[in-house]
């Protein structure tokens, strides 16, 4: 033992790992005294009895250290860390040392071999320096064996302050990301409401002034704006409905399907849209198969994917210019699917932008919000529906989407 010790004991001292050995004949009369006492469960010994943990600390005692400790812990030479361990361990990380207890005390440990044949325990704690300073450490106990005293315990630590630095940083950017994630849902479901209630706000305005303008002839014509008044009443409706749907996709919440016919949603969009139809000089084409089979939808989703196919394409058409301006709404079976087409003659969609036309906030307008083509691609695939894009040979745009039928 004396060969071995002579032989490994200057390369111990020079290890970059902190090693102290430890004398815990304390500690082991201290077990002797609890198993007298019939205590089996040492954590809930613990827990009715905290002031334990401190008396096992000043059971074990620091009798050698290597150079690495030394300088790790800012003594000058060996013996000022002899000793009590209990002036290293600070009040907040007696847990650790306890944890270490309950692992030794939990294993049986036969009575002449003391504990010898213990397993070896890991963990992670902070300690205290000799001037106060608490170190970020990772430790191993190891009691040894063959003709070390069975009441020597090894322990090896290593510096983990660089880990925890930068698990603190990556929790940092986990939390800046989650914050980010947040952001941008808040920005897209407030970008989802003013694309949602932009149109049927501008249908009302619209009526209303309409409306004033009735009345303000001499005499006013009450039937007329009666009319549109009865419009603005339906289109208030409409919004809160639309804003009732946001909020429920906002919630994740599933649509409210009912077996409808989207060839009545097509006519219903077409009639809201007539004003804004007619303020872009549009001609309006509806090819609507009679014999379509119905679909399960949430009316208004559907009702909003038609508007917002229908405006992104009326926008696009005026960005050109003046010219002839044809809108087409077809709707047809595909087998067991319906299929609804939304066509113009517009200037059509750059190669380079069809791979991102349904990302949310990509637009290629300046005064876009990007969410009209999300949206209707989130509504149709929260039906098992799919929508693309496609353009018309010549120019134009097409935009089809297929529901499967009821």
């Keep these: 033992m004396e060969a071995s010790d002579a032989r490994y004991r200057p390369l111990l001292q020079a290890m970059a790992v902190s090693l102290w050995e430890l004398e815990c004949i304390g500690l082991e009369a201290v077990f002797d005294d609890l198993r007298a006492h019939q205590v089996t469960d ?29 300088e790790w812990f800012g003594a000058s030479k060996r013996e000022e860390l002899l000793g009590s361990v209990r002036r290293f361990w600070p009040p907040a990380s007696r847990g650790a040392f306890a944890e270490a207890l309950m692992a030794c005390f939990s294993c049986d440990v036969d009575r002449d071999e003391k504990l010898r ?5 890991q963990g992670e704690t902070r300690l205290l320096t000799l001037q106060g300073d608490e170190v970020d450490v990772q430790f191993t106990l190891t009691w040894p064996t063959d003709d070390v005293p069975s009441t020597t315990l090894l322990v090896g630590m290593i510096d983990i302050a660089d880990r925890k630095r930068l698990e603190k940083v990556r929790l940092s950017q986990q939390t800046e990301f989650t914050r980010a994630a947040r952001t941008s849902m808040l920005g897209e479901l407030t970008a989802s409401i003013a694309q ?10 619209n009526d209303a002034r309409a409306s004033l303008g009735w009345l303000d002839r001499s005499p006013p014509e009450v039937r007329q704006a009666t009319q549109l008044l009865h419009r603005v009443v339906a289109d208030t409706h409409r919004t809160m409905d639309v804003m009732s749907r946001v909020r429920q996709m906002s919630l994740s919440q599933a649509p409210d399907r009912i077996v409808v016919f989207l060839q009545e949603i097509i006519q219903d969009a077409a009639a809201f849209l007539s ?12 090819d609507l198969h009679p014999d379509l089979p119905p679909v ?11 508007v917002n196919l229908s405006i992104n394409a009326m926008q696009a058409m005026a960005e050109q210019g003046e010219g002839d301006h044809h809108l087409a709404l077809c709707a047809h079976s595909l087998g067991d699917l319906v299929q609804v087409d939304v066509e113009d003659n517009g200037p059509g969609v750059a190669p380079e932008d069809m791979n991102r036309l349904f990302e949310s906030f990509f637009t290629t307008r300046t005064d876009g919000l990007g969410m009209g083509l999300a949206i209707c691609r989130s509504i149709v695939e929260a039906h098992q ?12 745009s097409r935009f089809c989407f297929t529901l499967p039928a009821a």
């Design 385 to 396: 529906g799919t929508i693309w894009f496609e353009p018309v040979p010549g120019r134009g």
């Design 117 to 121: 044949g213990v397993p070896g325990y």
């Design 42 to 70: 040492l954590r809930t010994h613990i827990a009715t009895h905290p002031a334990f943990v401190d008396l096992a600390l000043e059971a074990v005692r620091i009798v050698d250290v290597n150079e690495r400790s030394i």
């Design 196 to 205: 949602a209630i932009t149109q049927p706000i501008s249908a009302i305005a």
């Design 296 to 306: 399960e939808a949430d009316r208004v989703q559907m009702h909003q994917v038609i």
């Design 275 to 286: 004003h804004e139809i007619q303020n872009h000089q549009v001609k309006l084409r509806l």
